[in-house]
């Protein structure tokens, strides 16, 4: 080995074999000099080729070399060489000029290099550069293995090689480069070669850190390979590279990998005018994949002379962070082709962040990739770009465009490509974010398109999104977006004139199964000419968020086989968010707007749907789906289809719903049956229409035909004016089922010509719910039988509800409002229901089964049905009229004359085989007529309920004078007034073939009426009748039989609240008649009196028993007469009734009968048998309160008869009395026995006129069992037994018994025919027992008073107690006492009974518990007989007059309870709640009540429910009630707290209101309607924006949710609405005003600014990349547009014109300096020969630019007539000074008050002290050269004589001094030409040329003239 280290400069050897050889190892180390001239003069040594320094055989350092490597020349091999391995280090200087090469140059890899190892080299920590060196093989460096150059601190530069420069068997790693990689040459005239820097190995090339450009290399050879760096297994890569890699040349351009990678990375300049010459890439080629990262300028200007194109990757590319754009390109751009790869990987193409444009560039293909192709965040526009197949393609995988910030325009692909394409694509295409329009685009040929994925495959999808600019103008065969399998359009601009040039399949938008448009402007103005359509995806068509209209596009001509704008022939589409009208559309085909296979969507479109035309389906047809057109804001009119629809689905449903305008005006059907404006083999529905429903026209229906269900919910206008040309419906026509719903406004005009329906025709169910205005004058052809349902048929179940307004003025055969095969039903109606008009039946209803009417706000009334009857429903099943709030009335069912007799009925409501109701009606049912059934009839049952006002007035011919049940029940119940005055030939009520039932009668049942033969004047019941709570009175009511019930069985009458008076029979029962079984009264609270029937019953007729019970009252006056020429119902009752004719004055029963529980007393009723009873069974009279008096039968039995069982009265507490029988026996019982127990005070003064005063037991026995019980005064006038009679019967019983006993009672007075024993108890056999138990009246009683007659306060008891004092009278018999009264002096009372007696010792009575009202008294008592009405035994005087005077006080008081609760009433926001008054002393009935709420004063026997009972608010009020008597009164307070426990009948918030933001705002002042509420109670509203009730105010922009709170007292409910504020107002824009600058001034500011009324707006160019704020201006007059855009997307435009342009100087001579006469305006393009400047005063001498004057009195200042033009100050004397007279040097001050000098040429050369820097003197002269004199304002007027010019100094001649000349051969000064000066002065403006001629301009000396004429010889020779 060798080492060598501290030494000088290793220079200036010659060596055959070099300076240094070593058999193994050497090392050069710590050089202080430099490496230079070293020679290798041959190759002698026999191991290997020569190094000019240093050969060793093994490994070899050269390190810590502090001078250059320069200038060594290895003639025949290396400088250095190395075995092994080689390192150099550490030299601090160039290694460069070196020379290596020899006899081994045309040997691959093996000679000719600078630097050698045969192993590995590294050079690093290189001060200086490698240039200029010259090489064979590897001409700078090679390493067997590996070359590794790095920290470099000089540039590689103008090195030559014949082969590679730099040659690394596995690998070449150069980092840290310092300087450029320039303009370094290999390869020329060798026939193969590599290229320049060339690895063989998998480690590649790799450069990095140049601090420098790679520019200028040229690496040729004869054959067609090589490149700049070039790596066959391994891969290229630069990175981090000072400048551009620009202006390379070889035939595989700057970079190639035959198997690797290549990495372009960190270039801090541009690509560009790279070429290559073969079919490679003029920049990279990678046999691998490829990148491209972060370059600061543009990639332009390369070319390849071949098909490549600019970079070439076999694997992935990716090209990215590009600081420029990319232009100008040629010979393709992009590829990415794997097929010739060793490795079969797809390759894809990545291009992103190109901070330019891609233009210009001109190709078979622009951008292309085998698999895919990613363009991404280009800066500028892809634009002009030319090819002959397409501008961004792959072939099997997708092609991805985006964030493009300019536009895709003006591209032209000439044959049967596109703009942006994929062949075999599996992937597709996605265009995105295009921050420009997509343009003015061609394709030629007779296929493809703008964006065309997928030719030969089913797999490609295309897809353009967030264009921010029109997708317009583009012309292509196929479509303008196009895939195989879909297409997607998002966010682009306008979508308009755009043409299809191919008749074959295709459409602006083509996607063979599905496409997707959305977020666009307007699309308009486009011609599909022949094409399929507008856009087509075979699965599915979305197209959504157009932000513009679809308007005036064109399909074809008219052809049924064509399809719609937006056609999927195996899918669905979607049409949606159209932000503007769909109008204006013509289309020659089925399908106008949408055709799809299965279903159509259009929704959200922003303006009217109007004036379109088609074949049929206008606006939609699917085949098999569905169609849905939704959210409209606009209306749908003046559409036309010649054929059946605007929107068809033939297999599926339509529904049309929130359509914010009118459907108006449209028409359709012309040409085909059954249309419709909505025609659906399955269900068509329509819903939220905010506006009307007008002016329609089609076939069957206007609006809506279907095959399966018609939904139509919230109209929120009217529906009106609509016609069906051949009937069907008006409106609505359903194979199924039908609904019409929530319609705000009115339903009316509405015309059906044929037979069906008149507005909604349902084959199934029909329903029509919610309407809020009136619903009138709608119908069909009443000619015809089939016009069923004016305004709704049904032919399953028809069903009308919630009608806000009235129904009035329908017409149709049957139903004139409703028609229900199966049922039918009208509910919630707020209004009238009201004139209808049924020609058959139904006057508003009609339901072949069941029908309903109900909760009808207003009244029921004028309908009419003419033929069958139900002037309101006509039903076959069961049918009702419910909860009416008004009226029920003057509703006529059927014309009275038709036969036969029962087929028409019903004023009302008619069911022909079932039920009817009528329930829930707020006012009166009235005046309402049929023949039968005057109100209802029923096949079966009738049910009437719930009445708030009266049944009155009502009337039928036949039967039923308001219901009729013709084989069931009757009910009427729960009538809150009078069921009065109807009346019908049977039933003046009802008449059923069942039961009859009518209960809870507020009012009375008065004055009804049957005929006066016929039944029942109220009811009459097949069955049974029933008439239960009656509040009021039974009175008045007529009938042959029964007078208020008839009943064939069980006959009721319960829970009275009034009498039962007054009421007839013209024949059997005047009040109640059972045929077959029992009758019954109990519970009446008020009397039952003056009941009359002709014939038996005069209350109650039983074919069972008769019973009346609990009666508050008194039974009184009713009579049953003896009447001829009876009527009765049937012979079996003839046999029945003809015995007891004229029978039981109160109760006839053919079995029992029972009065039980009377109040009061039984009186004054009579008959012809059994006054009060007649029974066949057993008689009972039990439990009166009060007195049996005064009644009578005209034969036997004053009281009562019991036929055949025993007759009972028991527990009287009164009296019985008075009773008769006038002809007959028993004047109170005629029974078989005959009983009386517990009879009270006395039985006194009954009257037989036969046997039995009292008693007459004509087969049994006679008892009378009552303690203390005075029996007196009793006869049997012409018979036996005055008291009792026991007859042993027809069997001769005389077991049979009398028996009396009264106990301490007596028996007085009473007498028969043969005597007057007192007890007068008489049988007819003496073998009868009679027994008595009691005592004779004594005689002499006398009385006397014992009273102080002191004076009593009123209603309080007298104090002391009367005591009676009884003398001569058995101690301890009950005495009859009655009180004389004597007040004021007026005429006695009496007070009987009323006062209670206490037995005292000794015969004395105390009367305790006596009360007075005020006045002034006397009293008398009286002992009697006979019940307080026989005889006065003994008597006392009156008393001493005593004063009673009022109360004072009536204390003690109890308030009410404090807290009073009560539930708000039905229909009002209150409740009538019952205020007790206080309790006050009842023995003070001067007492007044009254309180502070309604101010009502009552008296102590006027309080009814208190005084205070009231109708109160809901809440709480605060009541005091006041009770007063004399001077004192009391307080109670009392708080009445009414509950509104009702939820809210509706409340229904506004729609959605739209508003466009205020002027200059961000905000819009709103007016938010109110919501309407329907309650019981006010509502008042409060909303969550202002937590008012009126939400207008300011909204923001966007979507508001409002949500409204229905409040009162109750439970309150809620409600939303929204608010929609858009920015529709525009930013503005400012740009800054039109300006010019020069190219040099052409980095400019500037600003562009923008105001909006929302937020801060982003301003962009437009199609231009600079700033806003500025930037660098391209040169020449551009106009540039800027564009702002704010947040809601509006956007506003302004522009300015800039002028970049310089003046440039022509420059013949080269000398930088351009001639001032020859100018030319340039825009920043400098011509070549042309400079700015314009001083040369000589173009044509390079060495002669500047002019110079000679300045002869050396002042500074020059004299302008003595130019000379030469180059340097210093080639000319000191007197000369630069033009226009100021010295180099010179500092000069202006005068004080002057602003600029004021000469640039000296006036008076000769005179130094006058120049244009002296100052102004007064002394005559022109001192400073400014053209006046003595000017100073101190000056005196005449000037003072001249000071005479100072004597001239002459100027020294300057001797000449030759000027040496560097170049080695002189060269000739060429002599100047004349140059033209402008002199100064006089001449006229002539010319003066350097000739040295004076001029008029200057008076030069002879001495200065001849001084310049030697100057200026001097300088030119």
Sequence with gaps: ?????????????????????????????????????????????????????????????????????????????????????????????????????????????????????????????????????????????????????????????????????????????????????????????????????????????????????????????????????????????????????????????????????????????????????????????????????????????????????????????????????????????????????????????????????????????????????????????????????????????????????????????????????????????????????????????????????????????????????????????????????????????EVAYNTLTSDGPGGVFYGAYEAVVRNTSAMHHNDMHGSTCFVYGAEAVDVSEVRGGF????????????????????????????????????????????????????????????????????????????????????????????????????????????IYGDIADNKCGSEYEYAGLLYAEGDV????????????????????????????????????????????????????????????????????????????????????????????????????????????????????????????????????????????????????????????????????????IQRVGGSVLRNRAERFGGGVALCRGDCALENVAGHVSYNVGGLLEIEPALQDGGGVIRSIAASVEINNVGGSIAFNRARSGGVAYGDEAVAIRNVAGDIRENYA????????????????????????????????????????????????????????????????????????????????????????????????????????????????????????????????????????????????????????ENVRGSIAGNAAGQLDNFNYASEEGIERIEPFAGSGGVIYAEEDAFIRNVGGDITENHAGQGGVVLAVGQAVVSEVQGNVCDNFATIDGGVVVAVFDHGLVERVQGYICSNRALTGRGGVIYASSAIIREAGIGICSNEAFLDGGVLFAHDGSAIIHSDSTKITLNQARQGLGGVAFVSAGPNNDTSHQGSIDVGTGYVSGNRDSEDTDPRSLKADQQQITLDFDGADLPEDVEVEVTFDGADAVANEFITPAPVVNVTAFAQGIPLDFVIAVERDGLPAYYYPHDVDVEILPFGSYRFNNITLPEGDYRLAFLVVEGCGNGGVIASSNYTEEFSVSGCEDPHPIVCPSEIIHASSDAFTCGAYVVVDDIQASPDCDNVEFTNDYNSVTVGFNERGDGSASDVYPVGATDVLLTVSAGSASYDCPVRVIVEDEREFTSMTCPFPVQADTDAGVCTAQVTVPLPTAIDNCPVRFENNINAVEDASDVYPVGTTRVTFEGINDGPGSECSTTVVVTDREAPVITCPADFATTCEERDVFFQVSAEDNCVAVAVSPVLHDVSPLGGVLDGGVNRLTYEAEDAAGNTAQCSFVTTVESTYYRDADGDGFGDPDQSAVWPCNQPEGWVLDNTDCNDFNAEAWKLWFIDFDGDSFGNPAFPICTDERGAIPESFLLSQGLPLDATLNAVPGDEVLRGSYDCDDENAYVNPAAPELCDGIDNNCDGQVDELDNCPVDPPVPVPNPVPVPIPVPVPVPVPVPNPVPNPVPNPVPVAVPVAGGGGGNTGYFSFTNSGAAHLSASAFAVAIALVMSLIF
């Excluded at 059946?644 to 719903?657: I, M, Q, R, W």
């Excluded at 905010?690 to 809506?704: C, D, E, M, P, Y």
């Excluded at 239960?1028 to 008839?1046: C, K, P, Q, T």
């Design 551 to 658: 308007y005036a596009n064109v399909r074809g001509q008219q052809d049924e086989d064509a399809y719609g704008f937006f056609y999927a022939s195996g899918g669905s589409v979607a049409l949606r968010s159209v932000h503007g009208p769909l109008a204006d559309n013509v289309a020659g085909s089925w399908g106008g707007v949408a055709y799809a296979e299965e279903s159509v969507l259009i929704a959200d479109i922003g303006g009217d749907i109007r004036d379109n035309s088609a074949l049929a389906a206008t606006l939609a047809y699917a085949l098999e789906g569905n169609v849905l057109i939704t959210r409209v804001h606009g209306g749908i009119v003046r559409n036309t289809a010649l054929g059946t629809s605007l929107a068809y689905a033939d297999g599926g449903y339509v529904h049309l719903e929130y």
């Design 957 to 1108: 011919s036949y039967a039923g004078g308001v219901g009729y049940a013709r084989s069931a029940g009757a009910v009427i119940e729960f009538v809150k007034g009078d069921l009065s005055h109807n009346v019908a030939y049977h039933g003046g009520v009802l008449y059923a073939d069942d039961y009859v039932r009518i209960q809870y009668i507020s009012g009375s049942v008065t004055d009804n009426e049957a005929g006066t033969d016929q039944l029942s004047g109220v009811a009459y019941g097949g069955v049974s009748a029933l008439l239960d709570g009656v509040a009021g009175d039974i009175s008045r009511n007529r009938a042959g039989f029964g007078g208020v019930l008839y009943g064939d069985l069980y006959t009721e009458i319960h829970d009275v609240g009034g009498d039962i008076s007054d009421n007839f029979a013209m024949h059997v029962g005047g009040v109640l008649l059972s045929l077959d079984s029992s009758a019954m009264i109990h519970d009446v609270e008020g009397w039952i009196e003056g009941n009359f029937a002709g014939s038996i019953g005069g209350v109650v007729y039983a074919d069972e028993d008769g019973q009346i």
């Design 685 to 852: 529905m329509v819903r939220e229409v905010f506006g009307n429903i007008r002016g329609n026209v089609g076939v069957v229906a206007s609006l809506a035909y279907s095959s399966g269900s018609v939904v139509v919910n919230n109209v929120y206008g009217g529906i009106y004016d609509n016609f069906a040309s051949e009937g069907g419906a008006a409106l609505l026509y359903g194979g199924e089922d039908v609904v019409l719903s929530n319609v705000h406004g009115s339903v009316h005009d509405n015309w059906a010509s044929g037979a069906g329906g008149g507005l909604v025709y349902a084959v199934d169910a029909g329903a029509i719910f919610n309407i809020r205005g009136d619903m009138y004058d709608n119908g069909c052809n009443t000619e015809e039988d089939d016009c069923v349902g004016g305004l709704l048929y049904g032919g399953a179940t028809a069903t009308l509800q919630r009608v806000n307004g009235s129904i009035w003025g329908h017409h149709a055969a049957s139903g004139a409002v409703v028609y229900g095969d199966v049922s039918a039903v009208v509910a919630d109606v707020a209004g009238d229901i009201r004139d209808n008009t049924a020609y058959v039946g139904g006057g508003v209803l009609y339901s072949d089964n069941y029908g309903r």
């Design 1 to 493: 080995g060798m080492v060598v280290r501290n030494v000088g400069n290793i220079q200036d050897n010659i060596a055959p074999g070099g300076v240094f050889v070593a058999s193994e190892s050497i090392t050069l180390s710590n050089i202080k000099g430099n490496i230079t001239r070293n020679v290798a003069s041959s190759s002698q040594l026999s191991f290997s080729s020569p190094a000019a320094v240093a050969y060793s055989q093994q490994w070899m350092v050269v390190e810590n070399v502090a001078g250059e490597v320069t200038d060594n020349i290895a003639a025949g091999g290396s400088i250095f060489r190395s075995g092994e391995d080689f390192v150099m280090r550490d030299v601090a200087g160039d290694i460069s000029r070196n020379t290596a090469g020899g006899e081994e140059q045309f040997e691959c890899c093996s000679s000719g290099s600078v630097l050698r190892a045969d192993g590995g080299l590294v050079v690093e920590r290189v001060d200086g550069e490698f240039a200029s060196n010259v090489g064979e093989w590897a001409g700078l460096a090679y390493g067997q293995e590996y070359v590794t150059m790095r920290d470099i601190g000089g540039g590689i530069r103008e090195n030559e090689a014949t082969g590679t420069l730099v040659w690394g068997g596995e690998g070449v790693l150069l980092r840290g480069i310092g300087g450029p990689i320039r303009a370094n040459q290999v390869g020329e005239g060798l026939s193969s070669t590599y290229g320049m820097f060339y690895a063989w190995g998998e480690g590649g090339v790799v450069v990095e850190n140049v601090d420098g450009a790679i520019e200028e290399n040229y690496a040729m050879s004869d054959l067609p390979n090589g490149a700049v760096f070039y790596g066959a297994l391994g891969g290229v890569v630069l990175r981090n590279i000072g400048g551009s890699l620009r202006s390379n040349w070889a035939p595989f351009g700057l970079m190639y990998s035959f198997e690797g990678d290549f990495v372009i990375e960190d270039v801090r300049g541009s690509i560009r005018d790279n070429h290559a010459t073969e079919h490679a890439s003029s920049v990279a080629y990678g046999g691998g994949s490829g990148v491209v990262n972060r370059i600061a300028g543009p990639i332009r200007d390369n070319a390849n002379v071949g098909t490549g194109g600019v970079l070439f990757a076999r694997g992935d590319l990716v090209v990215q962070n590009i600081d420029g754009g990319i232009y100008r390109n040629v010979g393709g751009l992009f590829f990415a082709d794997p097929e010739d790869a060793l490795i079969g990987s797809e390759a894809s193409l990545t291009l992103r962040n190109v901070s330019g444009s891609i233009v210009h560039n001109t190709g078979g293909a622009i951008l292309y990739a085998d698999d895919f192709a990613v363009v991404s965040s280009i800066a500028g526009e892809i634009s002009d770009n030319l090819a002959e197949h397409s501008i961004v393609s792959a072939s099997i995988g997708g092609v991805y465009v985006v964030d493009i910030a300019g536009g895709i325009a003006r591209n032209r692909a000439n044959e049967n490509g596109g703009i942006v394409y994929t062949f075999d694509a599996d992937h597709g295409i996605v265009v995105d974010r295009i921050d420009g329009g997509i343009v003015d685009n061609w394709v030629g040929g007779s296929s493809g398109g703008i964006v065309f994925a997928g030719a030969n495959n089913e797999g490609g999808a295309a897809q353009v999104s967030n264009v921010n600019g029109d997708l317009s103008r583009n012309v292509a065969p196929e479509g303008i977006v196009y895939g195989t399998i879909g297409v997607r359009v998002v966010n682009v601009g």
